[in-house]
Nanobody, 119 residues
């Protein structure tokens, strides 16, 4: 029943900020014990967990991306947002939003959206 949909620009220039929004339906992002995550997959590479925001509003980040990553939410719209600053071509990837009972287990995924970093 839970559905997630990523949205945002498909092309970002180097040094700019990548911003994506995940719109959730069929469930509330404030439901107890659910975590709302962003995961990405660069071409030819594996999945990389970036960070998450919990049902309580607490945030968690991958150490490798913490300095550039910010996750926030708008409970009135049932949305959560990813911002990745100072992007380079190495940030080109398919970006997914997902949800599950912990930071390592995802029960529902969005379809993913390709973001290309290029001038």
């Amino acid at each position: 029943q839970v559905q997630l949909q990523e949205s945002g620009p498909g092309l970002v220039k180097p040094s700019q900020t990548l911003s994506l929004t995940c719109t959730v339906s069929g469930g509330s992002i404030t439901t107890n014990y659910y975590y709302w995550s962003w995961i990405r997959q660069p071409p030819g590479k594996g999945l990389e967990w970036m960070g998450a925001i919990a049902y309580s509003g607490s945030t968690y980040y991958s150490p490798s991306l913490k300095s550039r990553t910010s996750i926030s939410r708008d409970t009135s719209k049932n949305q959560f947002t990813l911002q990745l600053s100072s992007v380079t071509p190495e940030d080109t990837a398919v970006y997914y939003c997902a949800t599950g009972p912990d930071l390592t287990h995802m029960d529902y995924w969005g379809k993913g959206t390709l973001v290309t970093v290029s001038s």
